[in-house]
Antibody, heavy 121, light 107 residues
Framework: EVQVVESGGGLVQWGGSLRLSCAASGFTFSGYWMHWVRQAPGKGLVWVSRISKDGTSISYADSVKGRFTISRDNAKNTLYLQMNSLGAEDTAVYYCAGDPDSSGYSWFDPWGQGTLVTVSS | DIQMTQSPSSLSASVGDRVTITCRAS??????LNWYQQKPGKAPNLLIHAASGLQSGVPSRFSGSGSATEFTLTISSLQPEDLATYYC?????????FGQGTRLEIK
């Protein structure tokens, strides 16, 4: 069974840091690009970051560039998101999603259930 | 960034109705367009990839079409379990961007 399980969310103070993890199973993790997508309460989906299969190619949304760091450990089938200098605008459910990058096409599947990050002042 | 605009933002339809949602891109994205369904309180789920490819396990009443800047998602016969918000997403250029969503209600 394909599973993607995020963890590490919670309540953090403004300016603080948090590290999210995403454990994958049931598919060949090292064969997938991986992404983080977030959703603020009651709002739409926003792409945050992506990392290539071997971790050598990384991209970020401008809103998190310089503050967030994506990484992966293929030996542990785990994706990470280190989030620093958090602000109220970072409050959201964070989803981890796989991307098979099939024939040059990208899409998000599978998805995790999400982990909620709340930044308080 | 490529802007994705969905219409309508919300709609109400009856069981059995044919429903169409439109997504427009601010520039040509060829067929690098995906559709997702998000049920209340749940993670999104991929419906359509590359504009018209039906994802495995998705009911055949869902279909996608279009290219360049205009795309549609069609539900041929609406079912009660289709209550959800639907998002389009372009994967042509980083940063990947989503439409604002279309909330579908069942009359």
């Amino acid at each position: 069974e394909v599973q993607v399980v995020e963890s590490g969310g919670g309540l953090v103070q403004w300016g603080g840091s948090l590290r999210l993890s995403c454990a994958a199973s049931g598919f060949t993790f090292s064969g997938y690009w991986m992404h983080w997508v977030r959703q603020a309460p009651g709002k739409g989906l926003v792409w945050v970051s992506r990392i290539s299969k071997d971790g050598t190619s990384i991209s970020y949304a401008d809103s998190v560039k310089g503050r967030f760091t994506i990484s992966r450990d293929n030996a542990k089938n785990t994706l990470y998101l280190q989030m620093n200098s958090l602000g109220a605008e970072d409050t959201a459910v964070y989803y981890c999603a796989g991307d098979p990058d099939s024939s040059g096409y990208s899409w998000f599947d599978p998805w995790g259930q999400g982990t909620l990050v709340t930044v308080s002042s | 960034d490529i802007q994705m605009t969905q219409s309508p933002s919300s709609l109400s339809a009856s069981v059995g109705d044919r429903v169409t949602i439109t997504c427009r891109a601010s520039q040509s994205i060829r067929n690098y367009l995906n559709w997702y369904q998000q049920k209340p309180g749940k993670a999104p789920n991929l419906l359509i990839h590359a504009a018209s490819g039906l994802q495995s396990g998705v009911p055949s009443r869902f279909s996608g079409s279009g290219s360049a800047t205009e795309f549609t998602l069609t539900i041929s016969s609406l079912q009660p379990e289709d209550l959800a918000t639907y998002y389009c997403q372009q994967s042509y250029k980083i940063p990947y961007t989503f439409g604002q969503g279309t909330r579908l209600e069942i009359k």
